[in-house]
């Protein structure tokens, strides 16, 4: 506070002149307030004693420009000189009449403010006492005398010099003025109340002042206030006023002091509270000992002890378990480490150490699990049937094995890591659930989608507040057993950034060589996932990192195929929508017809989600008939399918035939993480000249596969019979449409040849033939990926040809039967193979297309027209 500070001033002032008593600062204090109380004269100092006559102040005065800080008239304020004008300016003074003009700067933080930088009024002063300290500087006690107001500057070297106006206050003499004094009187005494260290003899000699004149300054002198706040005191001509202004700012000064006193006093009844609890507790221990009972704390460390035997820990674990069980008894219950330890314990106790699940390994019951739950999926079902058979071969013929190897480093593997791969719909969670099912092991699923967190596999380190372990070892503790069946779900999309890698951190998790020994960061002792049944799934491996690849058995899931759809829908979809939808099985039934054209106009994908998203659309409108009393019993065939669903989504081949019915259009076949798909790829030429681009939102791969195919076709021009001024007159541009999707990758190269070819040779493409491969600038065909995906995509599209390299056809045997019975396959080694399978004959007469005709100039159509009448007049 203000007061505070000037009784420092004061203080330090005293000990810098050799007085260091505080009774002298005090007595200074007394006499200077009881000399403005008798009127005395301002400059009077105490050791002449003497009085004078009303002052006379010169028109002239020198001024000291005065950084964050206002002096009043009839206040003492100490001050500290430090520049060099402005000592000088001292000197002068104190060699002189002492009298100087004290005016507050307008920025308190500029140094050297001129004229113009300053506060137009001001206080005159007297110098009491001066002291040149050891650092420079000079130290000041000054008292106010009267106002003025700044007139011309005379002089600003050495220091600022100005004539000056004496401005008297308008001292009023009434009631109101009376009643607002004595009420800042009040405030005041109020706030240093509340202020311990406030001097009590400064607050009897402001309480006791009479003048409202002197109240005003007197308060404002040693109150906390803002720099313009003091100014505008000092510069209002009226005491009302002045009393005023004082008391707004008195009144706010009280709120925050009561604001910061209740706030002080909530944080000392916590304290003081938490204290008596403390003391309560003891005196509770004390007097449960004395009765032979245990206390609350006894009791629970007791309870942790019984459970940390009856977990079965590993040695490990228990050592640490019994290690922070001892520091948890000898803590105090209100210490903030205790909730730590006892939440860490708390962990231990409750995962899972010892407990399990006993599996059942009979291969037939598994095998009419899996059929029951999936149609098809025989790849997946074969593996999980292997696993069991092992195991159960494991535990019969356990008395006839060897004794176990003492290998540390080969050690023998009981889990398994498996990761099933591809599109969204074809069952790769649900088939997780029946392996747990067919075993009779608990299932457990955590979708690790989104996860950018080292810490949400591995866990947070205890010295953070609220940690936790990470999702595998919380995962665990709720299903309570220590070898669930555990899908990690969409492990493909987990992200990275400065948080951490968390595909990194599932390296040790999923690999069987170390899973055995996890440990994770909040519990600091090792786990055995060895147990556990992993089980993975993803749309795609290329955002999978390769060391995580690599510790995974991967099971492809391929797009079903029509039959398979239908089949599927029959024994699982439609009986899951009548039970859905409230309905009886015998009020909808749907024929074959109606669920092939679902199949083929409204879904076209690789799984079956739309597939039983559309039958349960066709569900709800027939039970909305039902409940409307519009029928009892519904047949669904193709033409309720379509006033139920509106009109279809997609056509058949007719749509395909139509657009390849122009030269230069090509079915591709090429695969996503959605399964196989069709993609076209459409060449035009213009007039110009060996200009080449390609759009669609493809990639580098993709533009590069363009050129590639470009130069094999430009290359072999003279062989396929291309003009050789083709390239020289136009300009070509591919296209691949559907270009608000991102497409890559180097299978299109057949295709993309093809349609360069087509355009402009002007054969068509064949009707209902598509291909894939990659080709070279040789003109050779690579092999590719995704063959299954992209056969089955071509199926549904009503493609019965398919081109694909040469390499790849050991690959057929992965297609079903059904689908290699109704389709063609060409395996071609060269892109001469490929066009030779993909194009129509050339026609007899060849035409280029879009090529421009020449039209002839009106010059020329009138010299033929003179020749041919010259001709006629000879005949």
């Known amino acids: 506070m203000a007061a505070e500070r000037w009784q420092s001033g004061i203080h330090e002032f005293f000990q810098s002149i050799g007085e260091t008593d505080d009774e002298l600062t005090r007595m200074f204090m007394s006499s200077a307030f009881s000399r403005i109380q008798k009127n005395d004269d301002p400059s009077a100092l105490p050791e002449n004693g003497e009085k004078s006559e009303k002052q006379k102040f010169p028109d002239v005065l020198p001024i000291l420009p005065l950084r964050g800080v206002v002096v009043y008239p009839n206040t003492a304020v100490p001050l500290t000189v430090g520049q060099a004008r402005s000592i000088k300016l001292v000197d002068d003074v104190v060699g002189g009449d002492k009298l100087v003009g004290l005016v507050a700067a307008l920025d308190p933080e500029k140094e050297t403010p001129g004229p113009h930088e300053l506060y137009q009024i001001g206080t005159i002063a007297t110098v009491h006492r001066l002291l040149r300290a050891p650092d420079g500087t000079v130290r000041l006690l000054v008292q106010g005398m009267e106002r003025f107001r700044l007139g011309e500057f005379v002089a600003e070297e050495p220091y600022l010099k100005a004539h000056i106006h004496l401005l008297p206050e308008t001292a009023e003499d009434n009631l109101e003025t009376s009643a607002l004094a004595r009420n800042a009187r009040d405030q005041f005494q109020q706030i240093t109340q509340m202020i311990p260290s406030f001097p009590d003899e400064l607050v009897g000699s ?67 509270k938490v204290q008596r609890d403390y003391f309560l507790r003891e005196q509770m221990k004390a007097i449960q000992r004395e009765l032979g009972e245990k206390d609350e704390q006894s009791e629970e460390a007791e309870e942790f002890r019984k459970k940390i035997e009856e977990a079965k820990m590993p040695e490990e674990a228990l050592k640490q378990a019994k290690r922070e069980l001892d520091r948890l008894s000898r803590l105090p219950t209100a210490a903030a480490e205790y909730g730590i330890i006892r939440t860490y314990l708390d962990w231990l106790v409750t995962l899972p150490w010892s407990k ?38 494991r535990i019969d013929r356990k008395h006839e094995m060897k004794a176990p190897s003492d290998d540390v480093i080969h050690r023998d593997r009981e889990g398994v890591i498996l990761c099933f791969v591809g599109p969204p719909g074809v069952g ?23 996860i950018r967190d080292e810490a949400e596999i591995r866990g947070h380190r205890r010295t953070y507040i609220g940690a936790m372990p990470g999702r595998i070892l919380q995962s665990l503790r709720r299903v309570d057993s220590k070898n669930p069946v555990f899908m990690l779900d969409e492990v493909d999309k987990l992200t990275y950034d400065f948080h951490g890698d968390p595909a990194s951190a599932l390296l040790e998790v999923l690999d069987p060589e170390q899973n055995s020994e996890f440990r994770d960061n909040y519990l600091e002792v090792s786990y055995d996932l060895s147990q556990v049944f992993f089980i993975t799934t993803a749309n795609t491996l290329e955002t999978i990192p390769g060391p995580l690849r690599d510790r995974m058995e991967m099971i492809f899931l391929s797009g079903y195929t029509e039959n398979e759809k239908i089949a599927i829908a029959r024994g699982y979809l439609i009986p899951r929508q009548i039970r859905e939808n409230s309905l009886r099985e015998g009020e909808i039934s749907f024929n074959d017809e109606a669920l092939k054209m679902i199949v083929r106009q409204y879904t076209r994908e690789a799984g079956v989600r739309n597939l039983e998203r559309k039958i349960g659309a066709v569900c709800r409108k027939v039970g909305t008939k039902i409940a409307e009393n519009k029928g009892e019993k519904f047949e669904i ?16 081949p007719e749509e395909m035939n139509k657009r ?39 990639g580098n791969v993709m533009q590069e596969s363009a050129r590639a195919a470009l130069s094999y076709v430009r290359s072999r021009a003279a062989s396929l019979k291309i003009p050789q001024e083709f390239f020289e007159k136009y300009d070509l541009h591919m296209h691949i449409p559907a270009g608000a999707q991102p497409k890559d990758g180097p299978s299109a190269g057949v295709a993309m040849a093809t349609s360069l070819m087509s355009l402009i040779s002007g054969r068509k493409v064949k009707p209902q033939v598509g291909m894939t491969g990659e080709i070279t600038l040789r003109g050779q065909v690579l092999a590719i990926g995704g063959v299954k995906e992209k056969v089955l995509a071509a199926h549904r599209n009503g493609l019965t040809t398919v081109i694909l390299p040469k390499r790849n056809e050991q690959d057929i045997d992965d297609v079903p039967e059904e689908i290699r019975q109704s389709m063609k396959f060409i395996f071609a080694e060269s892109v001469e193979d490929v066009l ?18 020449k039209k002839k100039s009106t010059q020329a159509k009138v010299k033929k027209n003179v020749k041919a009448k010259n001709t006629a007049r000879r005949r």
């Open 206 to 272: 402001i309480t006791s002042l009479e003048d409202p004149l002197q109240t005003a300054y007197t308060i404002a002198n040693f109150q906390r206030i803002k720099l313009q706040d003091a100014q505008d005191i000092l510069e209002l001509d009226s005491v009302y006023e002045k009393l005023k202004k004082l008391i707004g700012l008195l009144v706010r000064e009280a709120e925050v002091l009561q604001i910061g006193q209740k706030i002080q006093n909530e944080a000392r009844g916590e304290i003081e």
């Open 836 to 853: 030779n399978a993909a194009l129509e004959k050339a026609k007899p007469v060849k035409k280029q297309p879009n090529k421009p005709i």
């Open 428 to 450: 790769k969670t649900s088939l997780g659930q029946s392996i747990a099912r067919a075993m009779e092991r608990k299932f457990i699923r955590a979708s690790l989608g989104g």
């Open 660 to 698: 390849t019915s122009i030269p230069g259009v090509v079915p591709g076949l090429a695969w996503t993480s959605f399964g196989g798909d069709i993609l076209f790829i459409e060449t035009t030429a213009m007039p110009g000249g060996r200009g080449f681009q390609v759009t669609g939102s493809i």
């Open 356 to 393: 399990s699940t006993n599996d059942n390994l009979d291969i037939t019951h598994a095998r009419e699990i899996l059929n029951k739950d999936h149609f098809g999926l025989e790849d997946v079902k074969d593996r999980i049937l292997e696993f069991l058979a092992i195991r159960k071969l």
């Open 637 to 652: 065939t193709p033409a309720l399918v379509e006033e139920y669903l509106d009109h279809p989504i997609y056509f058949g």
